[in-house]
């Protein structure tokens, strides 16, 4: 304890120096801790959108997840109701949604463009997910009402399209025949993608059969009672229908993985930066303290102070200054934080999508404590190796020092 005292009165000696190295290693702090809670928060943001999305597991048969169709739903799953009993069999499971998948064209009688429809149960899915969407007119379709559907901003526009409008959908049924249904559209919304707005349709999977000629669905998303689930859900439903493919929400989350590899490159390279920073702020900082005070040193060995319990103090020195700089960058990180959340900063659209989305940084007791220990272990290993040099210089050469 008294090597400890012996240090903090060393640091006070050159009050500036220190307050300035200190002040470099808490910025230092707070921009890796503030980093990496915008990098977590966009990683649990993500992962809780794709979950949502397409639930967090989905069944299906192998080749719906290998193989392109050659007809729609080709791959599909038969008995959907025999399926969803034994999946609601589980105690993890709290709802399965089905969905059908299919591509054809929609047409206002003057002007046909592609689409990319998906048939949903209208109920269960808007229950489970919330408010997945943004509506912009009208309402979201209906339950128990047949040939509705919603249609996406950019593709309402190219069909000046408004609620009440009259529609045709054309499409191949699993027979490689044309069919055609007549719709009515209950609602235009915006997922924030503007390419999908521009082609996505939403209807109910009656009507989608109906109009493709069958009783399939493509896939079976499964929600379950937390995201923490999903590894051991899979294991068992996989082993309950070993027939068919059980992939999780990570499997189908492109987006998220590349987001997360990007963002961990791009942070990873920071964070060192930024340690190799704090770590030769400290190593200046310690060698002129050092250097100031080599005839002090020579005196200490003279009188018979070992040059391990020199070394010490120094490297107590360097952890001092870098432990109270981390802990002054951990709770700036922190004000800053809850700040966002007080006063919320709304950043702008990022590629690919037409709205913003609020920044917000994730305060997560894990990259705080990391970052604080290597903070700490930084400091002080830099200050050890900065005075092993002198401290074992000869005692006459430190006494003669000028």
């Not at 230092?28 to 397409?54: E, K, V």
């Not at 993890?92 to 689409?115: D, W």
Request: aromatic share 6%; no cysteine; net charge positive.
């Amino acid at each position: 304890m008294k090597w400890l005292k012996f240090a903090w009165l060393n640091t006070l000696r050159n009050r500036r120096r220190s307050a300035v190295t200190a002040t470099i290693a808490a910025l230092g702090t707070a921009a890796i801790l503030l980093a990496g809670g915008f990098a977590l928060f966009t990683y649990q943001a993500l992962a809780q959108s794709s979950a949502r999305t397409t639930g967090h597991l989905i069944v299906g048969k192998p080749a719906q997840f290998e193989r392109d169709e050659d007809t729609p739903l080709q791959h599909g799953l038969d008995d959907v109701d025999a399926l969803k009993a034994k999946l609601m069999a589980d105690d993890a499971v709290r709802q399965v949604l089905p969905r059908v998948e299919f591509s054809g064209l929609i047409s206002n009688g003057e002007k046909s463009t592609v689409m990319l429809a998906a048939g949903i149960d209208p109920d269960a899915e808007f229950a489970v997910k919330g408010p997945f969407l943004t509506i912009k007119s009208g309402k979201v379709l209906p339950g128990g009402e047949r040939n509705n559907i919603m249609l996406g901003e950019g593709l309402a526009r190219s069909l000046k399209a408004a609620p009440g409008s009259s529609l045709t959908l054309l499409a191949s049924t699993t027979e490689g025949a044309l069919n055609a249904v007549d719709v009515t559209v209950v609602g235009v919304f915006s997922t924030g993608i503007a390419d999908i707005d521009k082609r996505l349709v939403y209807i109910d999977v009656q009507s989608a059969q109906k109009l493709l000629v069958t009783q399939r669905v493509s896939t079976l998303g499964v929600f379950l009672d937390r995201m923490d689930s999903t590894p051991a859900a899979q294991a068992r439903i996989q082993a309950l229908l070993p027939q068919l493919a059980v992939q999780t929400w990570l499997d189908q989350a492109t987006f998220y993985r590349s987001v997360k590899e990007l963002y961990n490159r791009i942070f990873g390279a920071l964070g060192l930066i930024i340690g190799v920073i704090v770590v030769f702020v400290v190593t200046n900082a310690m060698a002129m303290a050092i250097i100031e005070r080599t005839r002090e040193i020579g005196t200490l060995r003279a009188l018979g102070t070992l040059p391990g319990q020199l070394v010490r103090s120094f490297a107590l020195e360097g952890l001092l200054l870098g432990g109270s700089g981390a802990l002054a960058g951990a709770l700036l990180s922190v004000a800053v934080s809850v700040a966002l959340l007080v006063f919320p900063v709304m950043m702008p659209p990022p590629p690919g999508r037409s709205v913003g989305y609020p920044l917000q940084v994730a305060i997560d007791p894990a990259l705080y404590a990391g970052t604080l220990v290597a903070m700490l272990a930084l400091a002080t290993l830099a200050s050890a190796l900065v005075a092993r040099t002198t401290v074992h210089k000869p005692v006459v050469d430190a006494l003669a020092h000028v």
